[in-house]
């Protein structure tokens, strides 16, 4: 944003220089990235007036030009032919420096000396019309300086401004900051303006069929129109300020645009089918002509304003060719509107076309500020006499804005701040337009936000405010008393002590991107059905791998294996606990979300990969690859040392897992998880080996399930006693409910199941298999007998044999 000082002066009067201004703004919150001066080289250019012009006696192709100024006659030699007896020019004569930095002294022109030289719009740096010399109005006086009377050179602030602040991008804005920080008066521009004709709503009308994307629509009339350049004076300024002059009505669009934060469109009104606008999604197929020529689709649901017929604007965006203003313009319609920010946003991004309009549009802007433009922009034209005014305005509203409060108290801003500031609250504030009311004796306030300050919303952005206004050097410097010293949530807690007992099983964590390559859905054989394989897809990415948000973490880990594999490493184990995004319902949200809102379902999981071989080869030790009971043996270890007990693994059908070697993961009768080895479809897609297992669940179900109240148990003092059991099942009873069932009949004295044999194959009956199991039996109050034990053990081989129909060996 670039700010004029000569135009910030209309609006609020400060002694300051530009730099003191832009230490000031810097410090209160609106940074200032440079400070520029326009026209810096400009010297010596005055006006004078041409006395007589004719032809060069040698050369027909110059003409020589006699101008006077009160203090000297200069001959000049020019070959410009818009020049005529009685002009009045910008001479610079000899001496004189152009602005870019150009000597003017005197030249012979076939004979004749010219003294100076007639200047251009483009040689003073007002625009970029270098055809022909600037004729200047009769109210000029000849041999005035014209780099002082047409303020040509300015001092200009460049302004960083954040998105939170889209009220700064005009100079009411900037105007609204620097009289709250100088304590000086703000000065509201001019409205007033002559009237005639026919009211407004009775040449055109307004129709907003789709008033959740704008707000608010205004329409204003003006008759008589005489296109043509506007005055120089705002030119000097737009140029200034970053803006090609075009011609006086356009250029009060973009005057008005700069001056209160407040795009505006003009419509040539005869060029309107039906003249009148109507406001619409765009329908299928539609396309339009815009102002740089380019003929542009435009998709289903876009803002689109339209006569009765066709689209003549991408609302928020540009407008089109086809209602454009010309020379030939004697009526206009002007737009002044609000809308939805996030639609104008989507629109510009997807046209790919970034305009002013937009930039501020997409920002949002108040809604209050609507009918302000239109009369200002009347103001202005009746100003310049380029056009008749007519009365009223059609205005459609539908915004929502009744005043917003926020209700907090002098104490707590001054306790947040560290500061007793007492009444210099309600100062700061009110400084900055807001109105109070106070309660009681204990400090309470209501204040009342104005509507361009959308980005207040709860007491701590007060706090802000007072902050900015008090001057952060000026807060006082204290140790914080009375606080509760800071310490990890439970969740935190959780997920540390889950990664130290990873790291103490061997396994390395890895950090990812949330970004992966658009493919990964297909890569892990996701069925259509699954949320997870609708990702959400970034529009502009970096790469192509980095395109959707991962809604799997397994695919990150599987890039980091294959890494470690190809660059020599033999075994490969790690793990990561980070977050996976899924769509709710399969797309995202519509319209601009309420505060705090999430726009997609965000689940932090655990995910552990192992590959290659387990450990190092040694002279006692044969290499060994890893397999599925490796994976389950860090699941069950991290089981036990978080003290989850109910827990298991069940028959899974994961389609990016093994058939056969996959199993969902089971905590307190709820799946919470997918464990097992990769499809070898998906280790060939991921550049890893066969036997690569991996492991992914929910992070929350897990910390859920860990026991609070886990406590070392003493050394037993009383001996063990084992006991083996040997039997034939049917394949689909699983081990493990072999081992719930001892654990259950044989009660508290089972200290230990374990599994010492599996057979299947020749030998045994067809569909069973041979398990077989070693008890450990302990008491801790006593010495068990034999006698005890072998009851407990003869009931439990009895239970096997009558409920899970085994064989005894």
Not at 67 to 82: E, F, G, I, M, R
Not at 105 to 133: N, R, Y
Not at 512 to 539: C, F, G, N, Q
Not at 558 to 565: F, G, K, Q
């Amino acid at each position: 944003m670039l700010v004029p000082l000569r135009w910030l002066r209309d609006y609020v009067d400060f002694n300051l220089g530009a730099h003191e201004l832009a230490d000031l703004l810097t410090m209160t919150g609106t940074k200032v990235e440079a400070v520029t001066r326009t026209a810096e080289r400009l010297t010596g250019i005055i006006s004078a007036k041409v006395e007589e012009i004719g032809p060069h006696p040698a050369d027909s192709r110059l003409k020589v030009a006699k101008l006077w100024t009160p203090h000297y006659s200069y001959t000049v030699v020019t070959a410009a032919d818009n020049v005529r007896q009685g002009s009045m020019v910008p001479l610079a004569a000899p001496g004189a420096t152009l602005c870019d930095g150009k000597k003017i002294g005197t030249a012979d022109f076939s004979g004749i000396v010219s003294e100076g030289m007639m200047c251009s719009s483009m040689e003073l740096g007002i625009s970029d019309d270098a055809e022909g010399i600037l004729i200047l109005s009769d109210s000029f006086l000849s041999g005035i300086d014209l780099v002082s009377v047409l303020e040509l050179q300015d001092e200009v602030l460049e302004l960083e401004i954040t998105p939170n602040r889209p009220d700064c991008l005009g100079m009411l804005g900037v105007a609204r900051e620097v009289a709250a920080i100088t304590r000086t008066a703000l000065k509201w521009p001019s409205s007033d303006y002559p009237a005639e004709g026919d009211h407004a709503a009775d040449i055109t009308t307004a129709e907003v069929l789709d008033p959740d994307l704008c707000s608010r629509y205004a329409l204003k009339v003006f008759s008589d129109v005489k296109i043509g350049p506007s005055p120089l004076w705002m030119q000097v300024r737009l140029r200034a300020a970053g803006i090609r002059p075009i011609s006086n009505v356009v250029d009060v669009t973009n005057y008005v645009m700069l001056d209160v934060n407040q795009p505006l469109h003009a419509f040539d009104y005869d060029k309107l089918e039906g003249g009148r606008i109507v406001v619409r999604r765009a329908k299928e197929g539609e396309s339009i002509v815009t102002l740089d020529g380019q003929q542009r689709p435009v998709e289903k649901g876009m803002l689109l304003i339209c006569d009765a017929v066709k689209p003549v604007a991408v609302a928020g965006v540009m407008g089109g060719a086809e209602s454009e203003i010309d020379g030939g313009t004697k009526r206009v319609l002007l737009e002044s509107a609000t809308f939805q920010r996030q639609s104008v946003w989507r629109t510009s991004k997807a046209l790919k076309l970034r305009t002013e309009s937009s930039s501020r549009f997409e920002k949002g802007l108040d809604t209050e500020t609507v009918p302000m433009a239109l009369e200002r922009s009347s103001s202005l034209l009746a100003y310049m006499g380029a056009a008749s005014i007519n009365p009223g305005i059609v205005d459609v509203d539908n915004s929502v804005w009744t005043g917003k409060s926020i209700s907090t108290s002098r104490s707590w801003i001054s306790k947040s701040l560290g500061t007793n500031l007492g009444s210099k609250v309600d100062e700061y504030l009110a400084l900055l337009g807001m109105d109070i009311d106070s309660e009681g004796q204990g400090g309470r306030l209501t204040v009342r936000i104005p509507s361009w300050r959308g980005d207040l919303n709860e007491p701590i952005d007060l706090v802000e405010e007072v902050a900015r206004l008090h001057g952060y050097n000026n807060l006082e410097s204290k140790v914080p008393v009375n606080l509760k010293p800071s310490d990890w949530t439970c969740e935190q807690k959780a997920e540390k002590r889950i990664k130290g007992l990873l790291t103490g099983l061997g396994l390395h964590e890895t950090s990812t991107y949330s970004l992966v390559p658009k493919d990964d859905t297909e890569k892990m054989l996701l069925r259509a059905e699954d949320a997870a394989s609708h990702p959400i897809t970034v529009m502009n990415p970096l790469s192509e791998d980095q395109s959707n948000l991962r809604t799997v973490l397994t695919p990150s880990l599987l890039r980091v294996v294959s890494t470690n594999l190809r660059r020599g490493a033999k075994g490969v184990g790690i793990f990561e606990i980070a977050k996976i995004y899924l769509m709710e319902g399969g797309s995202l949200p519509e319209g601009e979300l309420p505060r705090g809102q999430k726009p997609c379902i965000e689940k932090k999981m655990l995910a552990a990969a192992i590959s290659g071989t387990s450990g190092e080869r040694t002279w006692h030790t044969p290499e060994r690859q890893y397999d599925f009971f490796d994976m389950k043996g860090i699941l069950e270890s991290l089981f036990r040392s978080l003290g989850i007990e109910e827990h298991g693994v069940e028959i899974g059908d994961t389609r990016y897992l093994r058939p056969g070697r996959r199993a969902d993961i089971v905590v307190c009768g709820k799946k919470i998880g997918v464990m097992g080895q990769l499809h070898p479809d998906v280790a060939r897609s991921f550049d890893v080996q066969e036997n690569t297992m991996v492991l992914e669940m929910e992070v929350e179900a897990l910390t859920d399930a860990i026991r609070k109240d886990l406590k070392f148990a003493g050394i037993p003092k009383h001996p063990s006693t084992e006991r083996d059991i040997a039997m034939l099942l049917p394949k689909e009873v699983s081990a493990e409910s072999v081992d719930g069932f001892i654990r259950q009949t044989g009660g508290a004295v089972v200290e230990s199941v374990l599994v010492f044999d599996q057979y299947e194959g020749k030998n045994i009956k067809e569909g069973t298999k041979s398990l077989a199991f070693t008890v450990r039996y302990r008491a801790s109050d006593r010495t068990l007998t034999s006698d005890e034990v072998n009851a407990i053990h003869e009931r439990i081989r009895d239970g096997l044999v009558r409920e899970l129909g085994a064989v005894l060996r």
